[in-house]
């Protein structure tokens, strides 16, 4: 079955084919975080949107190859330096890795590679586009130095959100600083330096500035994965006016289609209210994690429902989602236990197989990552699979063959296990005594543990093998 998702662009249910069918690669550009604060569960509800993307792909046999930018200079950083009184890398380095850590917490596959809009490799890029967009008449340089894109040059300028340029006219709201910008619409690609911004500056055939926020995108893309994409996703706050933005600046400079299918993420509310630090609802991956909850039951709990519908996190639905997950993984066990046993009894002639390709799972994602649909298909499974458990109707071979098809579900879920939520180098140091166990090098194993208890961690062998849990009051 074909692959079906909604194209902002057209709004419509595409059929999914990439610029390079015989090949299933995937090129995939996702807008990242600008690192001024920590990021908040709104964004990560867009980032594992883009994760669960990915993974599906790549179970239907796409190779996706994805980049994410880090945005690490502009308005809210610089300002953010200069509060601090530390060197914007510096700032900016604290919530880098604050950000990774959740990608990791969360169990986001990692993008093939993260650049970053300071990394002189990409300012030099965004320079170059600048320059050809100059030079065809794209862009020009206004009184007050800054470089802008000429809107009225670009006749597909609005496609994307659906606006026309007299719409925007009458909605744009005029700062007291774009008096000498044409149009009302037209963006910044260079921004000149001032006094605000202190040290932060690079040199330009326009003088020294830096760049705007949209016209890293464009360079970062086209830089590392070429003019053309297949996905660019983001959140619906991306559509305008930064996604129509990098379709102006690149097409304007490459003259080719920039992205063939544009996928957005609805927001994430709070108690029904948008999440902002003045309403109390602003919460980090972290604030989530205090209060007691583990990283893969933030991730179903963000996960299950459709991307294009609004999401209401609420903790009755941490609740729900820890639930969902102890039902999935009593299920599990119990097919392990069921898988270990043998055939005393034999398979009823009428014995349900689990098929080759999880079916049902992997259809309702076809359809525009249709989650609750695929949800539905897991669990109507776990209530059917459990009822034949409890009549002994199950034998060991169909045990293993549904343990399979688990496997292959979990690929693109990511929640089963029991070391969510471990900071990376306890899973390590976890998964190192797996392995020494499993080699019998008891001494390792004992030398492993005490690390992990010297951590706050204690680790318990069981019938089941290891498990994990942190200790009260360390
Ligand atoms: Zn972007």
Redo the contacts with the bound molecule.
Sequence with gaps: MAIRLFNTYSRALEEFRPLDPARREVKM????PTVYSYAHIGNFRAYLFEDLLQRHLESRGFTVRRVM?I?DVDDKTIRGSRDAGVPLAEFTAQFKKAFFDDLETLRIKRADSFPEATDPREIAKMIEMIGTLMERGLAYQAEDKSVYFRINKFPEYGKLAHLNLDELRSTGRVKSDEYDKEHIGDFALWKAWDEADGPVKWQSPWGDGRPG??I???A??TQLLGDQLDI?C?GVD?IFP??EA?IAQTEGCTGKKFVRYWLHCAHLMVDCQKMAKSLGNFYTLPDVIAKGYTGREVRYALMRVHYRAPLNFTWEGMEESRVALARIGDWVRRLEENAKKENVQRPTPNAQRPMEEAPGFHDALDDDLNISGALGVLFETIRETNRRMDVGEMDSSEAKAWLEWWKRVDQVLAISGEDAGLPAEIAALAEARVQARLAKDWRKSDELRDELAARGWEARDTKDGQKLTRRGGA
């Design positions: 550009y996702t807008c990242g930018n945005t926020w949209h890293e995108c464009s970062m893309a660019h983001g991306n930064h996604h990098e």
